[in-house]
């Protein structure tokens, strides 16, 4: 037999684990408007107003001027960001 046979179904796992594997979160595209992956004082403020310079140098905790998904998940958990939680399947 060869094993070229291998069901959608495996395949299908195969490429969820994989998926699964990477835990890095990805940026909410409704607010990283430009797409890089990060969000920017500029960007934040579009989609929380409420959030100021002060409270944006509190998030970018290595600061390096930008909030990553990791330091945008931090400060969601901190309540910092008013994130709400998004009604994705799973
Ligand atoms: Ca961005
Ligand atoms: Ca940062």
Do not use: H
Not at 11 to 26: C, F, V
Not at 56 to 62: E, G, I, K, P, Y
């Amino acid at each position: 037999m060869l094993t070229k046979n291998i069901t959608p179904i495996m395949a299908l796992i195969l490429i969820a684990s994989t998926a699964m594997a990477d835990e890095a979160p990805m940026a909410d595209v409704s607010i990283d408007t430009d797409g890089d992956g990060v969000y920017t004082l500029s960007e934040i403020q579009v989609a929380f107003p409420t959030i100021s310079a002060d409270d944006f140098m509190v998030l970018d905790a290595n600061g390096d001027g930008v909030v990553d998904m990791i330091e945008a998940q931090a400060g969601a958990d901190a309540g910092l960001i008013p994130m709400e939680e998004k009604s994705t399947d799973g």
